[in-house]
């Protein structure tokens, strides 16, 4: 049995963990934790995720998977949820992450010197606690699998379980649950979006960035005094 957990947190972007949930449940053999610090409900856009375990008390996994948000940066900012991901980690076979969720993994100091994959416009962010940033969609580097941002979950979930149950469970999965990708539009990514879609997002997001980088930034000259 591969015992995997997801750690949540308010402001987790659920995609981030739903779609590697919906793909990684199809195995009977694959035990799958989702949980919080206390067990407590956790709000994503308007969905409460309820009935989950505790995560302090959560005492090993094969697999740790970090889901991003917004929220990441609080959770970051969290010396008890940021204790759990270290002691989890240390028991897993597999540490990886969606989205922002790898910034979760470096403010834990879990990704210094390694290549990782993160959202698009918070990639960079990774830089400031020693880690690669890389525009992969899937990053994989000695035992840390990375996916991009959101909707990178389901490849990054494929690339998972190819490695712990082979090639063709993985391509099994995929044909049960029909992911054959053929989006209307090819503006998935700021290279090839239109530059006026992309400004506006960027628009959109700039508070959000700003917050990012000054939270970071403390965060960051935290863990270096630590260390």
């Known amino acids: 049995m ?41 709000i994503s856009h308007e969905l409460t995720f309820s009935g989950l375990a505790d995560l302090e008390a ?3 996994c094969e697999v740790l998977c970090v889901p991003g948000g917004l929220g990441c940066f609080p959770a970051m900012e969290n010396a008890p949820f940021l204790g759990a991901i ?22 834990a100091g879990l990704l210094k010197g390694r290549r990782a994959a993160c959202h698009w416009a918070f990639r960079d962010l990774l830089t400031a606690f020693g880690a690669i940033p ?7 580097d000695g035992n840390v699998i990375t ?13 998972l379980l190819a490695e712990l149950r082979g090639v063709d469970a993985a391509q099994s999965a995929q044909l049960l649950l029909e992911y054959a990708p053929e989006p209307p539009f090819q503006a998935g990514l ?26 970071v930034a403390t965060i960051a000259q935290r863990l270096h005094n630590v260390g």
């Open 58 to 60: 959560v005492e090993r």
């Open 134 to 140: 890389d525009c992969g969609r899937v990053v994989r």
């Open 2 to 42: 591969t015992i995997v957990v997801f750690p949540l947190y308010e402001g987790v972007t659920h995609l981030d963990f739903t779609g590697p949930h919906q793909f990684l449940s199809s195995f009977p053999d694959i035990k799958i934790i989702v949980a919080s610090i206390g067990g407590v409900d956790i």
């Open 190 to 215: 700021p290279e090839t979006a239109p530059s006026h879609v992309r400004e506006a997002v960027l628009a959109r997001m700039a508070a959000s960035l700003s917050d990012a980088e000054r939270r």
């Open 86 to 107: 270290r002691r989890l980690a240390s028991t897993a076979d597999h540490v990886t992450s969606v989205c922002t969720g790898s910034l979760i993994l470096a403010a």
């Open 147 to 159: 996916g991009g941002g959101i909707t990178a979950g389901i490849d990054f979930a494929l690339t």
